[in-house]
C-alpha cells in the first residue's frame, strides 16, 4: 500500500500541508493516493538522520555493505510485480520497458555488490622507498548525497537507480528527492531499501526520500550545510540552477548533472549508400524508442549532401510514419516537447521529413524529423536546442569541410555516433571523428545512441552543457568516484590503517605498491 | 640574460605599457629589469597558440611528451645556477632551499616522464563480454590550462611546478600567470620549457608565460573560452575568487585551487609526557621553517591541559626565542603577516608564548606563538585563521571532549597530524583521530606537516577552505588526474582505437579487461 508520506530514515512523515497526486498519463487522470510534500523541518530531520548515520555507515565494511545493495535487490524483486505495476501506472512506460528496466535496475545494484566484494574499487597506494617517509592513499566517502530523481527513469535512475547504488556502495548515505511525476514508484523502492537497510543492520537515516512537487525541497537539500555532494538527471535550466546553488553555498559542493544532449550522429556518404535500409530502420525505432524522451535520444544526424543522403531521409520518413505514436510521461512533458518543437518549426528553412496526420490521444507524442540544409543549421541556433521527445534534425552539409565546421562549433554531448560501411572512409574522415570525439562522452560506431550498458568502461557524461562536470560518469561503476575523496596515511601504524592499507592486504585487493599493482602483502 | 619579456609560445613579446619590478627583499631594493604585464591581445594570443597547439599536442604519443618532461629538466639543470641566483634574489630564500626546491622540481618532472613512459596512468577499462557492446574506455586531455605561480615557491609550485608538470603530461598545453614576486625566475624557467619543447618537436604554443603584477590578466585567462582548466596555489581570497569567475563562466570549468590551511596538530598525552624535548625542538624548527610561508606549516597545535602541557609550552617557547628570524618573501607579505598577526594578538584571552625583543631587518618575520584554552579558541573565531607566516596557536583543551568539539568544528585542512607515543593510546583516542581524519587530506603520524613527499600516493589536498575540491591533489603523480576526462569508445574498429584500447595492447599497459588487470592482449 502507498501512504504518500515521506521516509525520515524508516519513518513515514508526513508533517506538511502542502499535497500532490501522481497522474496516469493512459488515461489521463491523476491517480491515488496523495502525497505530502515534505516540510523544511523534515528535510532537516533527513539530513541530521543521515549525517548521524554517516558516522556508522563509513565504518562498514565494503562486505556489509554489499550485503545492503544485494538486500535492496532482493527486496525490489519480491515486490517486482506492484512495483511494474505502479511504475506503468505513473510513467505511462509498457510493460517491456517496466521490465527491462527494472532488471537494468536490480542487476546495477548488483554490480556495485560485486565491486565491493572485490574491494579494489578504492585505488590503494602506497609508496614507501626505502629513506622516505610511508605514505599510504585510498579513496573515502565524504558524508551524505542528495540525490534527484528523473522524470523518465523511475527505476533506473531515480529512487534506486545509479545514483543511489554508487552513493550507497561508496559508504554515503542518500537523501532522495523523489520525482513527483512518479512518487508512488518512489515510495515502494523507499520501502525495499529501508526494509533492506533494517535487514542488513544499516543505521536509520542511511536512506531517506523526500517527496516534493515544488522546487523548495530540492533547495533546501542543496543549501544544506551537511549535505556534501548532489546527484541530479534532467533539464539544463534545473541542472545549471542547482550546480550554481552549490557553488555559491559558503562551502562550494560537487554536482554531478547529466542535462541531456542531441546526441549527433555522423552518417557518412558508404553507410547511405549501402545500408539506407538498416540505418533508416534503426533511426526510426532510435528516434521514438520511449516516445524519445532518453537522454541518448538521437536529435540530430549529420551527413554530406548526396542522392543516397535524399533516399535515406525519405526511408526514414516512410519508416517514422509507420511507428505508431506513443504516449509520453505526463500532460506537462507533451506539452513542453509540443512547445519546443513548435519553435523550431516556427524557423524558416527547413523540410518536414515525416507527416502524421491522425489524431493523436490525450498525452501522446507525435513524431516529427526534419532536414535542414548545413548553412541554415550553422546560422540558426534553434535548430541546435533539444527537443525532449521524439524530434530529429537532419543535417545535410554541402561538403566536407562543413560537417566539420558544425561539428566544431558543437556543444558538449553525451553520445556521438559515426555510421560507415567503409573502414578505408573512416581514414578519410579521421577529422570529422575527431571534432566529435572532442565533443563527447562515448564515441559509438554503426549503432545508435539509445541503450546505456552498464558497465565498467561506460562513460555516461559528457562536456559541458551535457553534464556539470565531464570528469565523471552516471552510468556504470565508476559512478562511485563522484561521491569519494583521497586521503593519504603518512607514517601510519599499521594497526590503526584501514584494511585496504594494512602491509599484510587482509582484503587481498588490487594495488599499487611502489609503481607495481599487485595483490601480495607488502 | 632575463628580458622582462612575455614568453607567447615561442616569441618574446613586449607589447604593453605597465611595467614593474620584482625585489630583493634581503637588499630590500629592487632588482633588475623591468618587466612588461601582459596585455590583453598577448593573452589572447598565447591562449590561441595554445588551442592550436592542443590540436597536434594531444596527438603526441606519451613516449613523446616524457621526451618533452626529461628535455625541461635537462634543459634547467643546464642552466641551474642562473636559475638558483634569481630564486634567490627575487624570494630571499637560503642557497639550502633553493638547491632542495630545484631538484625537487627536476625529480618531479622526471617522475611525470617515468609516469607517461609506463604508460598506464589512463586508466584503460575494457568490458566486452560475450553479448555485449564492446565498450572501452581511457582518459584524455581536454584542453589549455591556465597555471598560477604561487609566492612561495617559485619552482616547485610555479613556472615548470607541480601543476604545469602534471597538465603537460596529460597532453594540455599551459599558460603560466607569472607570479609577480618572481617574474624573473618565471622567465628563465620558461626558456628551459621552451627550448625543450622547440628541441623535442613540441608544437609552439603547448607553453606560454604572461607577466602580471594585477589581477586583470589572471581574469582575462580564466574568462577566456579556450581556457579549460585552471591551477592555482595561493591564498583563500584570490582562489574563492577565481573559483567563482570559472563557476560563472557560460560554459565552468574546472578550478584546483589549493588555498592553505593551519595544519592542526594534535599532541596526546604520552607525546607530550615522554617526548616533549624532541616535539618541542622539532615545532620549533617547524613553525619556523621558510619563514613560516609553507600551506603546511602547523598553526594548531592542539592538546589537553596537563603539566606535560605547560612544560612543552615553555619548552617550545625557549626554543623558538632561539631561532634566528629570517626573512619574508616580500615587504608586502611581510606587512600582511604583521597585520594578521596583530588582529589576532588584539583579541583577549591568550598567553604569549615566546619573546623575541631584539629589533629586526627590514621585511624580516618575527615568529610569534601563543597559547589559548580551549574555551576561547571555541568562542573566538579569530584564532582559527590562518596567518601566513610564522605564527602558531597552541589550544589548551580542558579534556578530551572539548577537544573533540575544536575538532568536529575544524574547517577543512590541508594536513593533521598526531602525535603519541604509546600506540595503546591511539586506540582510546580513536574518535580524536576519526574527528581529525574528515577533516584533512594527509593524516600524519609522529611527524611534522611541513615537507610533502612527491609521490603516487601524495594527497596535497583537502576538504574546502584548505581546497576548491577535496578529490585531487596538487602534489604526486595523480595530479595528472585533474586535467583529463574519461572518454568511451563502443564497438569501436580496432585499427582506429587509440594505442592504450588496442586488442593487442601495444603499449603494454595495465588494464582492467572485464574486472580482471592485466598487461595481456586480449
Same mark, same amino acid.
Given at each position: ?24 498519463p ?6 491515488e ?5 515534505? #516540510?523544511? /523541518?523534515? $528535510?532537516?530531520? &533527513?539530513?541530521?538522520? =543521515? @549525517? ?50 527494472f ?81 508512488? #514508484?518512489? /515510495?515502494? $523502492?523507499?520501502? &525495499?531499501?529501508?526494509n =533492506? @537497510? ?37 533539464s ?14 559558503p ?5 554531478y ?23 533508416s ?60 518543437k ?26 516529427e ?19 525532449f521527445?521524439?524530434?530529429?534534425v ?8 562543413q ?115 599487485t595483490?601480495?602483502?607488502?
Amino acid at each position: 500500500m502507498i501512504t504518500g508520506k515521506n521516509y525520515l530514515g524508516k519513518e513515514l512523515s508526513n508533517d506538511g500541508e502542502v499535497q500532490f497526486r501522481t497522474f496516469n498519463p493512459i488515461d489521463n487522470k491523476e491517480t491515488e493516493p496523495t502525497f505530502f510534500e515534505a #516540510t523544511r /523541518e523534515e $528535510v532537516n530531520m &533527513a539530513v541530521g538522520k =543521515a @549525517a548521524k548515520a554517516f558516522e556508522v555507515y563509513k565504518k562498514k565494511s565494503d562486505l556489509e555493505i554489499a550485503e545492503f545493495l544485494e538486500a535492496i535487490a532482493t527486496e525490489l524483486e519480491a515486490d517486482a510485480e506492484a512495483l511494474k505495476e505502479i511504475y506503468r501506472t505513473e510513467s505511462g512506460l509498457p510493460e517491456a520497458r517496466s521490465n527491462g528496466e527494472f532488471t537494468r535496475t536490480v542487476n546495477q545494484l548488483r554490480a556495485f555488490s560485486e565491486m565491493l566484494k572485490d574491494g579494489s574499487w578504492v585505488d590503494a597506494i602506497i609508496s614507501n622507498p626505502e629513506g622516505k617517509p610511508d605514505i599510504r592513499r585510498m579513496q573515502i566517502p565524504f558524508g551524505p548525497v542528495a540525490v534527484f530523481g528523473a522524470s523518465n527513469f523511475p527505476f533506473a535512475f531515480s529512487t534506486a537507480g545509479g545514483d543511489t547504488a554508487s552513493a550507497l556502495a561508496s559508504g554515503s548515505p542518500v537523501i532522495v528527492k523523489s520525482h513527483p511525476l512518479h512518487a508512488g #514508484t518512489g /515510495e515502494l $523502492v523507499s520501502r &525495499a531499501i529501508v526494509n =533492506a @537497510a533494517i535487514k542488513t543492520g544499516m543505521p536509520d537515516g542511511v536512506f531517506s526520500n523526500l517527496n516534493s512537487k515544488g522546487i523548495e525541497v530540492g533547495e533546501w537539500l542543496v543549501k544544506h550545510p551537511k549535505i556534501k555532494a548532489v546527484g541530479f538527471t534532467g533539464s539544463y535550466k534545473a541542472g545549471v540552477a542547482i550546480e550554481k546553488l552549490a557553488a555559491n553555498r559558503p562551502e562550494p559542493i560537487p554536482v554531478y548533472a547529466e542535462m541531456g544532449s542531441v546526441n549527433p550522429v555522423v552518417a557518412l556518404p558508404s553507410s547511405l549508400e549501402q545500408k539506407s535500409d538498416d540505418w533508416s530502420e534503426q533511426y526510426a525505432g532510435s528516434i521514438t524508442a520511449g516516445c524519445g524522451q532518453f537522454c541518448t535520444n538521437p536529435g540530430l544526424i549529420l551527413a554530406i549532401e548526396s542522392p543516397a543522403l535524399d533516399s535515406f531521409i525519405e526511408k526514414l520518413g516512410t519508416k517514422l510514419s509507420k511507428v505508431a505514436p506513443s504516449v509520453m510521461l505526463s500532460p506537462e512533458i507533451q506539452r513542453q516537447f509540443e512547445a519546443a518543437k513548435s519553435e523550431v518549426l516556427s524557423q524558416d528553412g527547413y523540410n518536414q521529413i515525416n507527416k502524421f496526420d491522425g489524431d493523436l490521444q490525450p498525452n501522446y507524442g507525435r513524431q516529427e524529423v526534419i532536414s535542414v540544409s548545413g548553412e541554415s543549421f550553422l546560422q540558426n541556433s534553434a535548430f541546435h536546442k533539444e527537443v525532449f521527445g521524439p524530434f530529429s534534425v537532419v543535417v545535410k552539409c554541402k561538403d566536407k569541410d562543413q560537417l566539420n565546421e558544425v561539428l566544431r562549433n558543437m556543444e558538449g554531448q553525451l553520445t556521438g555516433t559515426i555510421l560507415s560501411a567503409d573502414q578505408q572512409e573512416l581514414q578519410e574522415y579521421n577529422d570529422i571523428i575527431e571534432s566529435l570525439r572532442e565533443t563527447v562522452g562515448r564515441i559509438v560506431y554503426n549503432n545508435v545512441p539509445t541503450g546505456v550498458e552498464v558497465c565498467a568502461a561506460m562513460t555516461h557524461g559528457g562536456p559541458f552543457p551535457a553534464t556539470s562536470n565531464a570528469k565523471f560518469t552516471s552510468v556504470g561503476l565508476t559512478a562511485v568516484q563522484r561521491w569519494v575523496r583521497p586521503i593519504s596515511y603518512q607514517d601510519w601504524p599499521d594497526e590503526l590503517l584501514p584494511e585496504a592499507l594494512k602491509s599484510s592486504n587482509p582484503l587481498g585487493i588490487l594495488r599499487n605498491v611502489n609503481g607495481r599493482f599487485t595483490t601480495d602483502s607488502l
